[in-house]
């Protein structure tokens, strides 16, 4: 849901869901700490049974991630065209750097019951790894909590974003008792734009986000059960008329 930005800093990392799943920003750790800092590779890993699917969709299944998807993390962060859409530094493409990213994130589905980032598989006779999905929480503004997605090229423009967005708003709205929900995406992300509009946030305009200036979005608890209930097409076609952002405005007051 979008795009630019991979682990950046976050009470536990967030990503603005993108191009069907480039996010914007990355994972970090618990109060503000990376989830991959520097030089930090010596985090042991629990070696645990696999992990079972705590949430379902029509298309996908959502699971903690855990040490057996070392390899389908280190093979996404290794493909050209993903990485094109990240801005930031965290090389997930380097083994060592996974082997801590999963220690991290181990502690933050802990610290942080019903958040995360989270392991997307597309169902089927041989479930597929598509990429991730998440819930975070946002650095920038405490007690607030950011969306976000990254799923591997072959997945784009089938309507997962979409799909796994739903998902994830229902979690946070029906389940969790979150008030709002935000995202943000880089201004040239159009597909990420598209796919925030087609799950009913609201655009607030451009404003400074780690760094760098980014759209960002809002949804309300309050909205979502009519939201929900419209047709993604005619979500889509809403979405798609809406006019390019604006240049970089003064933070709205909330």
């Not at 503004?141 to 994830?168: D, H, K, M, N």
């Not at 309050?222 to 047709?231: E, F, I, M």
């Not at 097409?233 to 970089?248: C, E, H, I, K, V």
Request: charged content about 20%; aromatic content about 6%; overall charge neutral.
């Amino acid at each position: 849901m979008s795009t630019g930005r991979a682990p950046g800093r976050s009470h536990a990392g967030p990503h603005p869901m993108g191009h069907e799943g480039a996010p914007a920003r990355g994972p970090a750790g618990h109060e503000g700490a990376p989830l991959v800092p520097p030089g930090s590779v010596d985090v042991p890993i629990d070696r645990g049974a696999p992990m079972t699917a705590w949430a379902r969709s029509r298309r996908l299944a959502l699971r903690e991630f855990g040490p057996e998807d070392h390899e389908a993390l280190v093979r996404m962060h290794r493909e050209p065209r993903l990485r094109a859409h990240l801005v930031d530094d965290y090389p997930l493409h380097d083994g060592e750097v996974v082997r801590v990213f999963l220690a991290r994130i181990a502690q933050v589905y802990r610290r942080h019951e019903g958040l995360g980032i989270w392991h997307a598989s597309v169902l089927g006779p041989q479930p597929e790894f598509a990429g991730w999905f998440n819930l975070m929480p946002m650095a920038e503004r405490p007690g607030e909590v950011e969306i976000g997605s990254r799923l591997l090229p072959q997945f784009w423009g089938g309507g997962l974003a979409v799909e796994g967005g739903e998902l994830l708003l229902d979690h946070a709205f029906d389940r969790l008792g979150l008030g709002r929900v935000w995202g943000v995406c880089h201004p040239a992300n159009r597909a990420a734009q598209a796919v925030l509009g087609v799950l009913g946030f609201e655009p607030l305009g451009v404003m400074a986000y780690d760094g760098g200036p980014a759209c960002h979005y809002r949804v309300a608890a309050s909205d979502w059960p009519a939201l929900r209930a419209q047709p993604r097409g005619a979500r889509l076609r809403r979405a798609l008329r809406r006019p390019a952002p604006a240049q970089p405005i003064e933070e709205p007051t909330t």
